[in-house]
């Protein structure tokens, strides 16, 4: 079964292709990217890879995690599921999704 890793404190300039390649040294790699800015196309500087199997995804953070890469020391983890955090201010009503805000005065 594939295991989902999280890859932080990557250089900016750390592509997904040098992300994929770091982790096929260890294992198969299924993906790898680079999470970047919507506005900007600039790297946000965390990614993720997925590996094929569990022992190549623990053997890649045993070995990676706090080494040195591209002049970064990385983190590497098991990715946490994603949280729901809604949709930005659709359906909330403002920030936070706390409704209609009244004035305090």
Same mark, same amino acid.
């Given at each position: ?27 198969? =790699?299924?993906? @790898?990217?680079?999470? %970047? !800015? /919507?506005?900007? &196309?600039?790297?946000? $500087?965390? *990614? ?27 983190? =590497?983890?098991? @990715?946490?599921?994603? %949280? !729901? /955090?809604?949709? &930005?201010?659709?359906? $909330?009503? *403002? ?11």
């Amino acid at each position: 079964m594939s295991m989902k890793l999280y890859v932080g404190n990557l250089s900016f300039q750390t592509s997904s292709q040098d992300l994929e390649d770091l982790f096929a040294g260890i294992g198969s =790699v299924e993906s @790898a990217s680079v999470v %970047e !800015d /919507r506005e900007t &196309g600039r790297s946000r $500087g965390f *990614g993720f890879v997925e590996m094929t199997n569990q022992a190549d995804a623990e053997k890649a953070i045993a070995d990676l995690d706090g080494q040195e890469f591209a002049g970064r020391n990385i983190k =590497v983890n098991e @990715a946490k599921p994603r %949280e !729901d /955090r809604g949709r &930005g201010n659709y359906g $909330g009503g *403002g920030y936070g999704g706390g409704g209609r805000r009244e004035s305090r005065w």
